[in-house]
Every structure is written in C-alpha cells, then in structure tokens.
C-alpha cells in the first residue's frame, strides 16, 4: 500500500510542468560559454536584463547571424563567411608554404606576428585519443588532399606544444614526409605544454623563424 501524500504528488507534477522563464533560458544558454559556470551565467544574464537590454539584443542578432552566415572555408577549414575566405584568396600569399594549425584562434596568433607570409590550414582540433578524436574526427583526409596538391612544397607543423598537440604534429609529419613534401616544426620558442592563443607574438615570431625540419 503506496503512503505517498496525494498533496505533495500533485504539487510535484504541477511544479515539473512549468516552463522555465527566459531568463533560466538566458542563463542556460550562456553556459555554453567555455568557462562560465551557472553562477557566472545568472550574473551575465541579471547584468543584461537589467543594465544593457539593447546590448542583449544586439549579441542575439550577432549570434544568430553568425550561426546562419559564418561556414569553413574550402581550402583551409577556417571560418568565413564565403566560400575561400580572404586569406587563401590572397596574391600576396606564397602558396608554397602551409602552416597547419589547430585552430581559427590559433592562425590570428600567428598572422599577428606578420613572420609569416604563406598560407593555412586549420584542423578544428587534435588528435586525443583518451576522448575519442581520432584522424577522421578531425578530416585529416582533407589535410593530404591540401598539402599534396602539387603547389605547396613545405609544411609547417604549428599545432601546440601540448601532449595532444606533439602527437598530432608527429602523426601528421609522417604522413605528409611519406608523399615526398618537407615538412618542419616550430622551434621551441613556444613554452612547452603553451597554447599558441596565449603566446606574446615576439616569441611566436622567433618560433616560426626557427623551425627545423622533422628528423633533422
């Protein structure tokens, strides 16, 4: 025989039934964000409700642009609004040399430091096995397809210095040294286990003025 309170029970499924308000939904989606945890996103949605409603707007109708208008770029996988973003279409670019990077963030680092004067290509990730991102998560395919296109005669290896990172540069080195193309890595002027996003450019510069050959 069940003793639950018939009260409570109705309470309970009355309670399930209400929809969350918008600014639990604000909140909610707020914390997609990298790093912002359900505290951190009540404060940004009560700041924005209540001090900058038309700044609210304005980043719901930049979101909602970017995610209808923003796609990868077909030959160097990095974000764009059109079909070859500006970079790959650029004649000031030597198309000899593709600098490989991991991500979008990744290639304004190094663009920053105006030491480079090739052309990229993003992988949108690493290779990390432990989480289950192997050669096809990140379209390595795509990656070959690019370097090996009878143009590019040096690749450079600029994937981070982390585990994963080191793992993806000597998993990729060996494939493209495997199709005859030269491939080099940046020099240790990148701290070990440093995200290029955080590296001073001074010292990204120096990193890609001294990369060596792989092997060497």
């Avoid at 998560?137 to 994963?164: H, P, S």
């Amino acid at each position: 025989m069940s003793l639950a309170n018939p009260r409570s029970s109705a309470l309970r499924s009355v309670g399930a039934a209400v929809p969350r308000s918008g600014m639990d939904e604000l909140a909610q989606a707020l914390r997609s964000l990298p790093g912002v945890g359900p505290k951190a996103a009540q404060r940004m949605a009560l700041y924005l409700l209540q001090h900058d409603r038309d700044g609210a707007v304005r980043l719901a109708e930049a979101l909602l642009h970017a995610a209808k208008t923003v796609r990868h770029c077909e030959q160097c996988n990095t974000f764009t609004e059109e079909v070859v973003c500006s970079l790959c279409r650029s004649d000031k670019r030597d198309p000899s040399l593709l600098c490989v990077v991991e991500t979008p963030a990744d290639l304004m680092m190094i663009e920053q430091t105006q030491a480079y004067s090739g052309l990229y290509y993003v992988l949108m990730g690493r290779l990390s096995p432990l989480d289950g991102i192997g050669p096809k998560e990140i379209r390595l395919e795509r990656l070959i397809k690019r370097a090996t296109d009878g143009v590019v005669k040096e690749a450079v290896l600029a994937t981070n210095f982390t585990n994963e990172g080191e793992a993806t540069a000597h998993y990729i080195g060996e494939l493209l040294t495997a199709r005859g193309l030269k491939v080099s890595r940046l020099a240790r002027g990148v701290p070990v286990g440093g995200e290029l996003e955080y590296v001073d450019s001074g010292t990204l510069a120096q990193a890609l003025r001294e990369r060596r050959t792989l092997g060497s």
